[in-house]
Structure formats: structure tokens, C-alpha cells
């Protein structure tokens, strides 16, 4: 039951089943000495969603702050109620394949999930004195595929070499929209109407992906008349940019991703690790220890990943969200910026909602990773909303399992519909107390990017364009840019001739660096793991500075053979130092001709910024 849902829909049911063949255990397989492991698996079930505002199915009021009757305050009604806004359900499909000889092992799924009674506001008749209420509308499908391919090239006792491979592509659309869904669309076509808006909206229709980009197609400029040429939604040409002719010009979500590398283990020297090359849309290169190649999925029927750090070494990242990029071929993670401490987003086999949260559940120790849905608006919510999971530091993490489909995550309950994420922390061990130091620094660098107008480039664009409308040599009369050295005509004109770049000025070599202490042992009666963290990190844009203090403490205490009580006591501290809006974007709009600081009549600079006169 939910009391997020109208008074006639509060209950909700979903259910789950799974099932398995081993292949290879059958007697016309047995004899087959080189295949060690073949497995079908198929899981279905149903999930519901009710990550939601509270609000959205009871009636609201707003109470009169300004007025009152017989000492009284009134109230007014500002919001009309659904009893009998009901679950968005969804129903999971999932077909797998395990299959392993001495060098290879690969792991196949094929996934179909179906979302209908989509929470979406519909449209109301003005009569009613409401614009809109909340109301199920719709249908999304989710389906894909994905493919994880392990190559163990040489392997002796536990020592071993191994090659991996993961790819996922994922179809997220749309498959029924409702008449509310029309007249949002209309909407959005109407606000880019009146706003003379050339950005893209978002609109829903048939067919169509979930993430379609809208825009109105362009050909270019015409060479002779300098405007653009815009494509109508009938094939004809314009000049004349209109939100009547926005058409879908594809999707923002990846046609695949996934990642390919490779891992080893010397038993001789301890040491192990991975390389991950991983890939959504560009090639990137991260380093980490890795799982163990002969490691396959925890559950006999369902679609799960599990990876671990073992005691001796640590997930090499500086986020948990870090250090699952690239790990899960079907997880999508979006940094919110490139602030330091933004944070991700994170996407497992697609969306199946529009207004709820789609954000997987993250569990810590058994501990579902609370977050407030009440007041947190999933559409417009910051980058410190998502940003989470940085308290969690990736050197106390043992395992961590994902959880993908009905079947997996419904121990969950409703909690997991868009899939689940477990992750276990370390935990002491009897023997010998044993404390450990460790000290990692990296280095970040911010890409050029494009190439932008030097000083006098600009000077001479700018004069070009005051000249070509009317031909005519006293339309650049401008002082800014007409090349004056003189104080007697222009006094500020060693301000306008300069050769600045600004990005330059704003850009920086970032800095981080991690420190990491652990003390950890434990007896007949009791184990004991104590933590602490602190990380000090600066951005590659100037004014950014970020410092975290994280610590961790797991009691396990052993009463008897059967009972044991376990305690854990966790505290982060974070600072972080931000600068005043989007540095970068105001670099690459700023005039390079323009001084930073204002000079004097020699030319030296007075450190005091110039502001425009």
C-alpha cells in the first residue's frame, strides 16, 4: 500500500518468477568434457513505480495569510484531487544465457519492459477552475540487449590473463501517449512560439523515443543572403524559423554502450587489476581492480552483475558512481557537471517513467540510501541533489551487485522498480590487527576545445558587421574598435587593444589528492574495522575547491554460534568552495580584445578587474 496514490488505488500488487536449465548438467551434455557451464534463464514479473510527490493524488490548500474572518484564517482550494490515481505498472521480461568452456565465458540477455499507466498531469476543462490534475496516461517500452564476452588467455593456479568485452544497446520509446500528452506537446510548441525559442523542446508521440530531440531542420546559410534556410515539416524552404515545423531530428541517448579491457592476477606477487577502455559515445581510458574472470551473476535466474574489491586492494575511484562507469554495459551514468562534488545520474536499462524518479535504489549494508522524493523535484533538481553517493568512500566498499530485472529486484518490493543497487561495505576479520595508509593523487586538465577569434580577428568581424548593412565607412565609427591611441579622443582605448584569452584565464591544472587510513582485526567475540578518509581536490576551473572528510566504523559482535549484533557508525563532512556561475561559458562569450584589468597609461596592469564603461 501507498499513500502516494488516490484513496480508491492504494494498493498495489506485483509478482515475480524465474527459471533456469543447466545444460550442461543433462546426460546427452555430461560427456562433453570442455563445456564446463551452459545455462538458460528466463525471468518475468511486474513492478510498480511510486516514487512520486506525495501530494499529487489529494487535494491541496493554500491558506489566506492576509485576511481573515471572525479572527480566522481561511483557506482556498489550490489543487483538485484523484482518488483514483492508480500505480504506474510495469511488466519485465528477461531471457539469459550463461555459457562456459576453459577459456570463454560469455553472458547474454535479452530484456522487454512495458510501462503503462504513466503518472502525467492531464489537462482540465476551465470550468473546473483547475488547469490540470495527475492522472495515468501512456505507455513506454524498454528493450534491448546486452553481451559480456570474458577471454581467459593464459591462467595457472590463480594466476591468470583474461581479455573482456561488454556491449548493451537499449530502445527506449514511446508507445501510447494519451490527449494530455497532445496538449503538452502543443504547449511546448506554443512557449517556443511566443518565446521565439530556437532551443529544443520536449514533446512526446507515438513511436517516437522517449529522448527524442526536437528542432526545426536546417540547411544551412543561403551564401547570398546570409540567412539561414529552415526546412518546413511539407519539405518547402524558409527563412522564417517556426515551432509549427519542429520535427524529431533523433535521439539523445546512445545507439550503445559498453566497454572492452582486460585483467590479471599473479599469485606470486599479490597483485591484481583491470584496464576498462569503456565506451557510451567517445573512448575514455580508467583504470581499476577488477573481479575475478571465473566470477559470474549471484542469481540462478535472473539478470545480475556482481564485482568485488578484494581485502587487499580498493576500487581505484573517487565516487561510487565512478567506479561502476563503465563496469555495467546497461548502466547509463551522467555526470549533472563538471563542478567538483555534482554528482551522476544514473539510468539502468532505460527510463520507464516521465514525472517519477528513475533513479535505481542504491543500498548500503542492507540499508536502503534514503532520499527525500517529497520535496524533490526530479526535472529541475541541482547537482548537489544527485550527489549522494560521494559519501560513500570507494575504499570501504567489499561488493558491489546490480540488480536488473523483476525477478532480481524484487525483494525490493515497489522501491526497486528502476532497478537496484547494492553495495557492501568491509568489514573486520579475526587475526592480527592490521592498519594500512594509503596516498593517491591525480591531475585533471581542461581540453582546449573549439577555436575562437583572437583579438584582432574580432576587432575586424565586429568592424565588418557595422559596415556590410549600409556599405558606409562611418558606421564603424565605433571607439571601441576603431583603433584610437589616443587619451585626448578615447581614454579607455588601451582596454579595447588587447589580445586576451579568456579561457586560458579561467582554466587550471586540477589538483586532487586522497588520503586513506584503516585499522581492522577482531577475536573469538568480536571484529572490529575502523576508517577514515580525507580528500582535497581542486578544479581545472579557477575558484573551485573541494575538501571531504569521510569516516566509517563496523562492530560485529558474536553472542553465540547463532546470533551475532552488528553496528555501524558513518559521518561525512564536506566543504566545497564554488565560483559564481558557469566560468567556462562566460570565457567563451566574453570580447578577446577586452583587458581583464584595467592598465595604466604605461600599459602595466592595476590587478583591479575592468568593468565596461
Request: charged residues 20%; neutral net charge; contains cysteine.
Amino acid at each position: 500500500a501507498s499513500s502516494v496514490f488516490g484513496t480508491n488505488n492504494k494498493w498495489g500488487t506485483f509478482w515475480s518468477a524465474g527459471l533456469a536449465w543447466n545444460l550442461h548438467k543433462e546426460r546427452w551434455l555430461e560427456y562433453v568434457d570442455w563445456m564446463k557451464q551452459f545455462k538458460l534463464r528466463f525471468s518475468l514479473g511486474s513492478s510498480v513505480n511510486q516514487n512520486f510527490m506525495s501530494n499529487n493524488s489529494i487535494a491541496s490548500y493554500i491558506y489566506y495569510s492576509d485576511r481573515f474572518y471572525n479572527s480566522q484564517t481561511g483557506v482556498h482550494l489550490s489543487g483538485m484531487a484523484n482518488p483514483n490515481l492508480g500505480w504506474e505498472q510495469k511488466m519485465d521480461y528477461n531471457l539469459g544465457l550463461d555459457f562456459r568452456t576453459d577459456h570463454v565465458y560469455v553472458v547474454a540477455d535479452f530484456y522487454l519492459a512495458d510501462t503503462k499507466n504513466l503518472v502525467f498531469n492531464r489537462t482540465l476543462l476551465p470550468s473546473t477552475g483547475f488547469s490540470m490534475v495527475s492522472d495515468n496516461l501512456g505507455k513506454i517500452r524498454n528493450k534491448g540487449a546486452e553481451l559480456g564476452l570474458t577471454y581467459t588467455v593464459f591462467q595457472k593456479k590463480s594466476s591468470y590473463f583474461a581479455l573482456l568485452a561488454k556491449i548493451a544497446v537499449n530502445d527506449n520509446r514511446i508507445l501510447q501517449v494519451s490527449d494530455a500528452m497532445r496538449a503538452y506537446n502543443q504547449q511546448q510548441q506554443q512557449y517556443a512560439k511566443d518565446n521565439k525559442s530556437e532551443l529544443p523542446v520536449i514533446q512526446y508521440y507515438d513511436g517516437m523515443p522517449l529522448h527524442s530531440i526536437w528542432a526545426v531542420k536546417s540547411l544551412g546559410v543561403d551564401p547570398v543572403t546570409g540567412n539561414e534556410i529552415f526546412v518546413r515539416k511539407n519539405g518547402t524552404v524558409t527563412n522564417t524559423w517556426s515551432a509549427t515545423d519542429l520535427a524529431n531530428c533523433g535521439s539523445s541517448d546512445p545507439l550503445f554502450n559498453g566497454n572492452f579491457g582486460l585483467t590479471y592476477s599473479n599469485d606470486q606477487t599479490g597483485e591484481k587489476g583491470s584496464t576498462d577502455f569503456f565506451q557510451t559515445k567517445n573512448f575514455s581510458l580508467k583504470w581499476n581492480h577488477s573481479q575475478d574472470p571465473k566470477s559470474h551473476p549471484g542469481s540462478s535466474f535472473s539478470a545480475s552483475v556482481n564485482f568485488s574489491s578484494p581485502s587487499n586492494n580498493r576500487f581505484n575511484s573517487r565516487s561510487i558512481d565512478e567506479a561502476l562507469q563503465g563496469r555495467i554495459a546497461s548502466l547509463d551514468i551522467v555526470a549533472s557537471s563538471g563542478n567538483l562534488g555534482a554528482g551522476t545520474t544514473m539510468r539502468l536499462r532505460g527510463v520507464s517513467t516521465i514525472n517519477g524518479n528513475a533513479e535505481p535504489l542504491i543500498v548500503v549494508d542492507g540499508n536502503v540510501w534514503e532520499s527525500d522524493v517529497n520535496n524533490f523535484d526530479f526535472n529541475s533538481a541541482t547537482e548537489e541533489k544527485f550527489a549522494e553517493l560521494l559519501s560513500v568512500n570507494p575504499e570501504d566498499i567489499e561488493q558491489i551487485s546490480v540488480l536488473k530485472d523483476a525477478a532480481a529486484t524484487a525483494i525490493w518490493g515497489s522501491q526497486g522498480a528502476n532497478g537496484v543497487i547494492e553495495i557492501k561495505t568491509k568489514r573486520g576479520a579475526r587475526g592480527k590487527t592490521r592498519v594500512s595508509y594509503s596516498y593517491r593523487a591525480n591531475m585533471t586538465y581542461q581540453p582546449q576545445g573549439i577555436n575562437l577569434l583572437n583579438g584582432g580577428e574580432y576587432t575586424m568581424y565586429l568592424k565588418e558587421a557595422y559596415f556590410n548593412p549600409s556599405l558606409s565607412d562611418d558606421a564603424t565609427n565605433v571607439k571601441e574598435i576603431s583603433g584610437l591611441h589616443s587619451d585626448a579622443e578615447f581614454s579607455e582605448w588601451r582596454m579595447y587593444d588587447n589580445d586576451t584569452d579568456w579561457r586560458k584565464a579561467v582554466t587550471q591544472i586540477g589538483v586532487e589528492q586522497k588520503h586513506f587510513f584503516s585499522i581492522n582485526g577482531g577475536g573469538e567475540k568480536a571484529n572490529f574495522r575502523v576508517s577514515a578518509g580525507y580528500d582535497h581536490q581542486t578544479g581545472s576551473i579557477i575558484k573551485q575547491q573541494l575538501d571531504r572528510f569521510t569516516s566509517r566504523t563496523a562492530l560485529d559482535f558474536f553472542i553465540s554460534r547463532s546470533i551475532k549484533v552488528t553496528a555501524n557508525f558513518n559521518f561525512t563532512y564536506t566543504n566545497n568552495h564554488k565560483n559564481n556561475g558557469n566560468l567556462l561559458e562566460i570565457a567563451y562569450k566574453k570580447m578577446p580584445n577586452l583587458a581583464i584589468y584595467e592598465e595604466e597609461q604605461d600599459g602595466v596592469s592595476t590587478g583591479e578587474f575592468y568593468h565596461i564603461k
